[in-house]
């Protein structure tokens, strides 16, 4: 029995590795010591052979660092920067670890989102933060350990230590800005030994795409739930009474906010025959075309109920009033529809305004 239980943990020390191990190649690295062969000396008075360059190994590029051969060439497949989340896109014509992130409906404040997407991150990792200033945030030490080898006595463990830096920089208008990152310190360690390691360009660049993808992914995460919740709070129902907008005219003022009243309107309207044909949130605006043998309302009710509109093109206009949001119906060039015909259209307005948006 104890024959076997040394046999096993001799087997488990051997067929261990280091990180820095599963970088490299498998084999042994003798062909650093390779020579190059003398090419035949051919006597003048004979015809010189005709040599194939097929296999000649160019000569290295002044871009290419020499060093890295052998044990130091790290063969994995090279990291992708993923911006994956709402809003994110690569920067162009940069080799830079950098992501270009736009501000959503949701953003009042960009900044505030990025850095909290950064915290947010760090702290979900237990990562501390060292400092936090001007829009660069700089992580303290990150430590990995990983057991590479048990045995009776001792555990083999490697260590690795890194710092990292983000850098964020928001456009004066607030809409769009970007976030860097980069490796600012690398240590490892087997046992407590140093292994000496110099990153190369490479390296670095691998640990900071791991890095920043894992950002984004939070920042897609939080972006996410967002959404959710913001359509949740837009599927709530409200109410809306008959009224006036802001320049006097016939409206229905709904006691809810502008972008619960705005996402709603785009399930309401169909479902009293209208089609929307296009909208401007910026205007608040929705153009639409109104059909009367189409929607809900006359789907349930029957065709003796349709609204008192003729078939043809009209605007909705959504507009903020305080603490309530007026929603006014104006004709094909945008002048408001009278009274009359907007107080006919009360009860059909009012009885969808109250259905939650499953229920459209």
Known sequence: MKRSLVAISLVALVGCSTPLER??????FEYEQAKAGQQLVIPDNLKQPNYSREYQIPQLGSKVDSSIQGARLDVRPPLQVLPLAAGTRLQDGTDSVTVIIEATNNNDNLTADIDNAIIGYLGSRNITIASNQGGVITTD???TNEVIGKSW?????YQVRQRYQFARNVKDHGR??????????HQESLDGVDEQIVLTNADKRRYAIDMLNGSISYLNFERNKQQALQELANSRSFS???GFDADGNSAFVANAPFEQVWTRMQKLLPAMGFQIKDLDRQLGTLFVDYQSDSGFWQNLWGSDDVLPLEPGNYQVKVAEQGESTAITFMDADAQPLPADKVTAMANTLKELVKKEL???
Do not use: N, T
């Open 141 to 143: 030490w990150i430590e």
């Open 23 to 28: 970088r490299q190649a498998s084999g042994g």
């Open 358 to 360: 499953k229920d459209l």
């Open 240 to 242: 809306a009474e008959l």
């Open 153 to 157: 006595f001792k555990d083999k463990v």
């Open 176 to 185: 769009s800005g970007s976030v860097s990152i980069e490796v600012i310190d």
